[in-house]
């Protein structure tokens, strides 16, 4: 199942790039390095195509998932193309019932408790705390105490030096940006940086969950 495979990794690779033309050694280099849960963001009109190559390619070594979607119309596009789970950075109800009508897991972004409980009664796989680094790990455990039934996935402002401190406050998983996939390695084609950044996420997350 998705939804357990992203909790298990715990981590989520968020690809924001101008250009996907490597969107599959990319993906590959994340795989090395322990990262199998990737998403393309439709801030680029061509995660699409992305996500469809990185499917054709590594099939289901690799969950790639559709980012930043606004509407449902976007998701069912997405779906269509082979996304194995939708994340949106707002909370849209509609958004929710159409990926119920596929099956489809989602991440579902909201910020005030209101909307993360909100986001959680409409059926969201996840939730996603956006943008958690602007209150940081603290507010998670805030926000966990009274709510401990909700997936909370962390996004912005994550680095490795700080997943740990997110993962203890309550995280199921963190998404992470640009401190893993920057548009400057990928230009360079610096896959094993790429893979490096990956192995030091992993580490950090399974660190610091209980038991590990």
């Not at 199998?36 to 992305?50: H, L, Q």
């Not at 596009?77 to 990926?99: H, K, M, S």
């Not at 959680?120 to 966990?144: C, H, I, M, N, Q």
Request: include cysteine.
């Amino acid at each position: 199942m998705a939804a357990r495979r992203i909790e298990s990794v715990g981590v989520v690779a968020i690809v924001r790039l101008t250009d996907y033309s490597a969107a599959v050694p990319m993906a590959e280099a994340l795989l090395e390095g322990g990262i199998d849960v990737i998403e393309f963001t439709y801030t680029n009109p061509a995660a699409g195509t992305a996500i469809e190559q990185v499917k054709v390619a590594l099939g289901t070594r690799v969950l790639a998932g559709a980012g930043t979607v606004l509407d449902p119309e976007t998701a069912r596009a997405a779906l269509l193309r082979g996304a194995d789970f939708i994340v949106t950075p707002t909370l849209r109800p509609e958004t929710i019932q159409l990926c119920h009508r596929y099956g489809t897991p989602t991440v579902i972004g909201a910020f005030t408790p209101t909307e993360i409980l909100t986001a959680w009664e409409l059926g969201a796989t996840f939730v996603k705390v956006f943008p958690a680094g602007s209150v940081g790990p603290r507010y998670l455990r805030d926000v966990a105490g009274p709510l401990p039934q909700v997936r909370l996935i962390p996004t912005g402002g994550v680095t490795v030096d700080n997943a740990g401190e997110f993962i203890r406050a309550g995280a199921r998983a963190i998404a992470v940006g640009s401190n893993l996939v920057d548009a400057e390695a990928v230009a360079a084609e610096n896959w094993s940086l790429l893979t490096s950044r990956a192995r030091a996420f992993i580490t950090a997350v399974r660190d610091a969950r209980p038991g590990m």
